[in-house]
């Protein structure tokens, strides 16, 4: 026997609760009797699955009453029924009947939300999201705990120090972004300048692109340096664009995805301090795969080719990396740290935190003002941190077990096993015939697309869409005719 349990109110006074088999015909409780006054809010809890909504005989009380359990009820079978296919379909009509006829809801329930979350099970090649370890998922699958537990902050201390390893850096003003990659790109733009201030982007593939935009949004004087998709930029043509222009900021990516390049770094940051101004980093698509030390100059050894072998076949790096001090990084937690999309992380140094915390306006966003989230991140020095937002618990978790993973590995070994991986692909990639979209190996290793286009249609005779030729490959691309064009197996 099915039960559904009626709690009465009236006027939010609560009256009685009274349970009721279902099917069965209920006349309105003894304790309805005693109230004068109309109406009722009614709450139900179903004891049992149920498909069979209970029935009203009544008085005074009939219409609402009858309305609210039966349209309530119908749902709340409707939701046990997902668990029980068979059962669902053969009462699905009814159901639906029921629904639109007794509901107050008019929207109905989404049939699509009726059946089960489907999520393949997928080899991802492409720049991002990157496959993730089960030992990360199993984190981020945790029990949630609230933002500001005690735990949680322990979590985002351990966080904090994770990114401080990644980075190489020992700045203080190190937190995450509750968001993805953009979260960082602005948060770094709308801290460090204010409206009216000039900017000074490289633009040579769409993050450049995408920087200089967010800054004009917010009123920056923005001015770029372009260069052909996957081009460099001389440290003479910098400084003299930085002479010129007299930036606050001068942005440069470091592994730009959607050309493939690694753009070397080295004297770049002197550059910047010389003219008093920040030198700003975006390491999305090349943290963790390859060499960055955000605190000093320093030449690796030798040149350091690395491909990343998680991202697709048409974006391979080789890099070779000298690093002068950065000023502000970022990254994002879904391509070589291997977690989830969703968090990223950013460090800021002296010089940064100088400037952006000497503003004369606030920054254009509440949520991404680093005056609040130095605090929420314990990073101002504060005996309280203070809510600020609802940080994302399960993200955190994730990336906290990513960082594990990288600190348990150690750098260098992560740094070693993407240069092996990217010789193995490379190798694979001349053997297959291919062209380096970008020919120095110091560089670029991205395979020209049309020879790629065509080497697959050759490989795989038939073709699915205009540039895939099989179901075994991703083409992921930015750049000309393949910008935005995403196709999945
Ligand atoms: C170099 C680079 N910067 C920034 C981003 C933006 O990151 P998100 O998509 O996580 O916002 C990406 C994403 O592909 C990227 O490759």
């Known amino acids: 026997m099915i039960y559904v349990t009626v709690s009465y109110t009236c006027h939010y006074q609560p009256l009685c609760q009274v349970t009721h088999k279902c099917g069965q015909q209920v006349k309105d409780p003894v304790c309805l009797k005693s109230s004068t006054k109309h109406p009722f809010r009614l709450s139900l809890s179903v004891c049992q699955r149920d498909l069979t909504p209970c029935r009203f005989l009544g008085n005074r009380t009939q219409a609402v009453m009858q309305r609210a359990l039966i349209g309530r009820s119908a749902l709340l079978a409707q939701q046990a029924a997902v668990l029980d296919a068979p059962l669902f379909s053969r009462n699905a009509p009814v159901l639906q009947r029921l629904d639109r006829s007794m509901s107050s809801v008019t929207v109905p329930p989404p049939a699509c939300l009726l059946r089960p979350l489907e999520a393949p099970l997928r080899y991802l090649f492409g720049p991002g999201p990157s496959n993730v370890p089960p030992r990360v ?4 699958g945790r029990p949630i705990i609230g933002h500001l537990h005690p735990e949680m902050y322990g979590i985002m201390n351990d966080i904090k120090k994770g990114i401080q390893y990644a980075f190489q850096t020992e700045n203080k003003m190190t937190i995450s972004m509750s968001g993805s990659g953009h979260a960082a790109m602005e948060c770094a733009v709308f801290n460090a300048v204010e409206p009216g201030e000039s900017v000074l982007v490289a633009v040579n593939g769409i993050w450049g692109e995408r920087v200089a935009e967010i800054a004009e949004r917010m009123g920056a004087n923005v001015h770029k340096m372009v260069k052909a998709p996957g081009g460099y930029f001389t440290n003479k043509e910098i400084e003299q664009a930085v002479e010129k ?25 002197d550059i910047c301090r010389k003219h008093n101004c920040l030198f ?16 000093k100059q320093s030449k690796t ?33 879904q391509k070589a740290l291997n977690a989830p999309p969703g968090t990223a992380p950013i460090s800021f140094n002296e010089r940064a935190c100088q400037k952006m915390f000497n503003r004369k ?57 993407h240069k092996e991986v990217s010789g193995y692909l490379q190798r694979g990639l001349e053997d297959l015939g291919l062209k380096l979209f970008i020919p120095e190996r110091v560089s670029i290793t991205s395979p020209q697309i049309n020879d790629f286009i065509e080497k697959k249609i050759e490989i795989q005779g038939q073709a699915n869409c205009k540039y895939c030729a099989s179901r075994d490959f991703h083409i992921a691309g930015f750049e000309t005719s393949l910008r935005n064009h995403h196709c999945y197996p």
């Open 137 to 140: 998922l199993a984190a981020g």
């Open 245 to 269: 222009h007299k930036p606050v900021l001068f942005f440069l990516t470091h592994g730009e995805s959607s050309a493939g390049l690694c753009h070397p770094m080295d004297g770049i940051g």
């Open 361 to 417: 306006t606030k920054p254009v966003s509440y949520l991404f003002d680093m005056t609040h989230l130095s605090n929420y991140w314990g990073c101002d020095g504060k005996p309280a941190r203070a809510y600020h937002h609802t940080g994302p618990v399960s993200g955190f978790f994730a990336l906290r077990e990513s960082l594990a993973i990288l600190a348990e590995t150690g750098l260098e070994e992560s740094w070693r096993k």
């Open 280 to 295: 700003l980093v975006d390491t999305v698509a090349s943290l963790g795969a390859a060499p960055i030390y955000m605190d």
């Open 301 to 333: 050894p030798d040149n350091f080719p690395v491909l990343l072998l998680y991202t697709n076949l048409c974006e391979v790096f080789s890099v070779s990396c000298c690093f002068p001090g950065i000023d502000i990084l970022y990254t994002g937690s």
